[in-house]
């Protein structure tokens, strides 16, 4: 199930339970980049530690244990 059809079940069963409608994919996500893109502008370095920190952890889980 893609994501238009997952709204459109989203926005059915909203409906019958009288509930407000979800808002459709994709409706925010300028919004997110942009506000993620801020962050790491103020943040500076942090992107560089949080990669290296996923390194390691990725590192350690593929390892093969005896």
Known sequence: MDSIQQHM???YRATLRGEPVPPAPGRYDRET?????????RCG?????L??????LLGR?????P
């Open 45 to 49: 370095g942090c992107g560089a530690t």
């Open 61 to 65: 889980l593929t390892v093969s244990r």
């Open 9 to 11: 079940l989203d926005s």
């Open 51 to 56: 990669a290296a920190r996923l390194a390691r």
């Open 33 to 41: 980049f942009r506000t993620i893109r801020e962050y790491r502008e």
